[in-house]
């Protein structure tokens, strides 16, 4: 078996009138839709009149009284369409009114459902936000369960429910959790509203705890989520991982078969949307006071995508076969009722983001040309056939009808294709079909058969089609040691959209530390040296997938890719920054104290592309070198705006302290700046119920508690000028016990905070720490010199400030010799290119008998 690379940029081709399209035309290329086309308007005997392209016509596939509240559909092999309904009273039915879910089928093929047959209906399905057909498999989502039918006898009928994930809040409700879709890895992705605080646990026992800046609690991967999310699981229930957070109300998310994800979010106030393009552990900007142009200003908030007036989106779908014609392959649609419409967007490629304009796809009208109320698409689907099928729920009082219609080109017929997964040749068929559920029922089958496949796959590695390419590349990775040693390979093919494919692959089916736990796997430490190569790379789309990679590891296991990775970035692509500042996430100061040297020492002299690193990186140690910046007259508003934005990002009691100062500033234009953005998104998160969140400069402390250093954390305790010599030492041993309250320790002593009695305690305990990162980003503090013994003054009995702050810069500090180390000052690593670092290639045998990657269950 031989990876074959070809060069996919071909000469564009003319087609038809629809305009230029290169046969290999990637969900990235631009002018997929054509804005000024043909409309073709489809009249029916109710006055609905829906507006279309010309090559493309809607017909009824189904309506009331086979359907009342579809609240959402899919598609399974056959093509049958199943849906979800609402509870409530339906006419001519035997009074029941729970919720159900229901298959319709067009048994003569006339394209018209004729036959109905009732799967479930139970009494938990109040309001189903989504209804997935996985093989036998049927998932149903309605908060506060993910529920799963299973029909294992093929007879229609469930014989098994078990409920996968449970706890999700908004009970009933259309801001719970949302319709499970595909991945292209064989994982499951869904999208949950903002119904918070709740706790969810998966199969495993990973607990996800997801609240609100003002109540985060820490989750078991050791971070803190906020408010909507995009959530990754396994089809069993287990391995839940947060993709992204902060989204307003989350409302639906699509897939593709490179690995992306979208996503559509709502804002309920405003009535406006964001269509988004979703980076992994990104964050979209919510603030509790509603105010999303203040919350996006700070760091770490992603960049938007197309924002939406007076929306309110329900669906959406990756469209990327030809069925429907060429033009329409790599289209995202998305459903809104709230405008009567489906919108087209082709994601354009730019830089390490894309670019989201959207056009008509489908939109109601009147006969006179209004918007036709009737239209109110809520949920769509993807058939086997390739015809996109749009369900509509008009509600009218007490009156509700549902009706189905059916996207297809105009005049040419599209039939279902007979699928068969008895072989290999109807696996790779299923696995090339345009419906996502089809596909995972080949992916499943070609993945039971193992390394076995992989040699019939490979043809698919080399395709033409770029969809075809990447779903072959994301199964090759899980055949075990031969396809995955291929998938290595292909980190080195010319495309940098397979290069990301083939990334992404292989970090699908490796295990990855956490905060929590932030020890390397195995596999982490093989992917280490693959991923040090991709730091230099030429795409920048590849860099910022190195960026996502590496947010969770250690400084000193990716000190020189982070400089690599800072050392791409132009100034300018704000997708980029956003990957970047994950990358930094945790590891901020370490990343500074290499840089500082490269940048100006005046931080009024920085350049546009060292302001924006600063702010994306908000180092506490830099706090003053930031807040010269903001309070710099002679600097234009923006950009002091910008310093403030970092300040406020910062997770330390000094730092809100300079915001206070801030908004009693004599200059109100910054005073306004500085007041909005008081209320920092990444408030510091609570270890537990128990804890208190941290005091924010716009929430006084109560007189009686500031004086108790019981009420007190150890980090505020520190910061503060009260407690004794025991418990301020005692606050010292106790935030250096992690790696996390280290990192505070150490913050403490860059802005100044502790006193040498303090610091001849912080001293060992840094210096020793069982964290190689820790030790190293300590050591310039510190100086191996023995130290004087601790003068019993330093020991006091009194609440007042006892201990004199140091207020000259940091100094070398004296430490016990028993903790003696070699002390190296910080200098800008230097990109990893030398051939000794490069990675070691097994030969394909000894891959096959000593496998590099886990091996996954079949």
């Given amino acids: 078996m031989r990876t074959v690379f070809r060069t996919i940029a071909l000469s564009p081709l003319v087609l038809t009138a629809t305009g230029l399209f290169s046969l290999t035309q990637p969900a990235g290329s631009p002018g997929l839709v054509p804005t000024n086309r043909p409309l073709n308007v489809c009249q029916f005997a109710d006055s609905t009149a829906l507006v279309l392209p010309a090559d493309l016509e809607a017909t009824v596939w189904a309506e009331s009284p086979m359907l009342y509240r579809p609240t959402s559909i899919d598609v399974d092999a056959k093509g049958r369409i199943w849906v979800a309904e609402a509870a409530g009273p339906r006419p001519g039915s035997d009074g029941t009114t729970d919720g159900r879910v229901t298959i319709l089928t067009d048994t003569n093929g006339d394209g018209r459902a004729d036959n109905q047959t009732l799967f479930v209906q139970d009494a938990r399905l109040v309001h189903p936000l989504g209804v997935s057909v996985l093989d036998r498999n049927v998932y149903v989502s309605n908060s506060p369960d993910l529920l799963l039918y299973a ?37 499951y992705y869904v999208s949950v509203g903002d119904a918070v605080p709740y706790t969810v646990t998966d199969r495993d026992g990973w607990a996800l705890q997801v609240g609100t800046n003002a109540d ?12 909507g999310v995009s959530l990754r699981v396994r089809p069993n229930g287990s391995g839940l991982k947060v993709m992204a957070d902060n989204f307003y109300n989350s409302q639906a998310i699509a897939t593709d078969s490179y690995g992306n994800l979208w996503q559509a979010d709502t804002d309920e106030n405003t009535h406006m949307a964001h269509i988004d393009w979703v980076l992994e552990g990104g964050k979209a900007g919510f603030s509790p006071s509603k105010s999303r142009a203040g919350a996006t200003t700070l760091p770490g908030t992603m960049p938007v995508g197309d924002i939406v007036q007076n929306s309110s989106p329900t669906a959406l779908l990756m469209y990327e076969d030809e069925k429907l014609g060429l033009p329409y392959r ?26 989201l304009t959207g056009t008509d796809f489908v939109s109601g009208t009147g006969p ?23 369900a509509s729920w008009h509600e009218a009082g007490a009156n509700s009808t549902g009706r189905i219609y059916r996207i297809a080109p105009t005049g040419r017929s599209l039939k279902n294709p007979q699928i068969d997964l008895r072989n290999t040749a109807g696996q790779l068929a299923a696995l090339t079909n345009p419906a996502p559920q089809v596909r995972m029922l080949g992916f499943n089958a070609l993945k039971q058969q193992g390394d076995d496949v992989a040699d019939a796959l490979m043809p698919m590695v080399s395709s033409l089609n770029a969809y075809h390419r990447s779903r ?11 396809g995955q040693f291929e998938v290595e390979r292909l980190l080195k093919a010319p495309e940098a ?53 590496l947010r969770d590891m250690p400084y000193a296991d ?39 040297s490269s940048f100006a020492a005046d931080p009024v002299e920085w350049d546009t592309r060292t302001a924006n690193l600063m702010w994306a990186l908000h180092p506490s140690s830099a706090l003053s070198l930031l807040r010269k910046r903001a309070e710099a007259e002679q600097l234009p508003a923006e950009v002091r705006q910008q310093a403030v934005a970092a300040i406020a990002a910062m997770q330390t009691v000094t730092a809100r302290t300079v915001m206070a100062d801030l908004t009693r500033g004599s200059d109100k234009l910054l005073a306004a700046s500085a007041k909005e953005l008081t209320d920092v998104r990444r408030a510091k998160p609570q270890a537990s119920a128990s804890v208190s969140p941290a005091t924010t400069a716009t929430t006084p402390v109560p007189a009686s508690e500031k004086l108790n250093p019981a009420t007190m954390s150890p980090r505020d305790l520190l910061a503060s000028k009260y407690g004794t010599y025991a418990e301020r030492s005692k606050a010292v041993q106790d935030l250096a016990q992690t790696p996390e309250g280290a990192r505070q320790l150490i913050d403490l002593i860059a802005e100044n905070r502790l006193s040498n009695a303090m610091l001849r305690v912080a ?41 004199k702050p140091v207020t000259a810069p940091v100094r070398p500090i004296a430490v016990p010799e028993s903790t003696a180390v070699s002390v190296r000052k910080p200098v800008l690593p230097t990109p990893i290119v030398t051939e000794r670092q490069m990675h070691q290639r097994l030969p394909r045998r000894a891959a096959r008998q000593s496998p590099r990657w886990p091996i996954l269950p079949r």
């Avoid at 072959?472 to 031969?482: K, S």
Wanted: glycine share 8%.
């Fill in 151 to 187: 029909d294992e006898n093929g007879d229609d009928q469930p014989e098994r429910t078990e409920t996968v994930l449970t706890g999700f809040g908004g009970k009933n409700q259309k801001n719970g959790v949302h319709r499970l879709v595909a991945g292209p890895a064989g994982n």
């Fill in 330 to 355: 790599g289209t995202l649609l998305c459903a809104d009722p709230r405008q009567h419409r489906i919108v087209a967007y082709k994601p354009e490629i730019r830089g390490a983001g894309y670019r």
């Fill in 472 to 482: 072959a590349i994301f199964l090759l990775a899980q055949l075990g040691p031969e």
């Fill in 368 to 390: 006179a040309g209004e918007r036709n109320t009737t239209f109110e698409p809520v949920a769509m689907a993807i058939g086997p056939d390739g015809a996109v099928y749009v």
């Fill in 497 to 549: 959209q397979t290069r990301i494919v083939a990334l992404r692959a292989l970090r699908s089916i490796t295990p990855e530390n956490s905060k929590a736990n932030p020890a390397l796997t195995p596999s982490q430490q093989v992917l280490l040296p693959l991923l040090g190569n991709l730091s230099v790379d030429q795409s920048v789309a590849v860099r910022r997938e190195v960026c996502v990679a």
């Fill in 558 to 596: 990716c000190r020189r890719m982070l400089a690599n990775l800072v050392q791409g970035y132009d100034g300018q692509d704000s997708y980029y920054l956003n990957a970047l500042s994950e990358a930094a996430d945790g590891k901020e100061d370490e990343l500074f104290a290499d840089l500082r």
């Fill in 763 to 803: 001293g060992p305990a840094l210096l020793k720490h069982p964290n190689a990162a820790i030790r190293q980003q300590a050591a310039p503090y510190f100086e191996p010199k023995p130290a004087p013994a601790v003068a019993a003054a330093d020991s006091v009995k009194v609440a007042p400030p006892v201990e």
């Fill in 216 to 227: 985060k609690q820490l989750s078991s991967d050791g971070r803190s989520w906020v408010n």
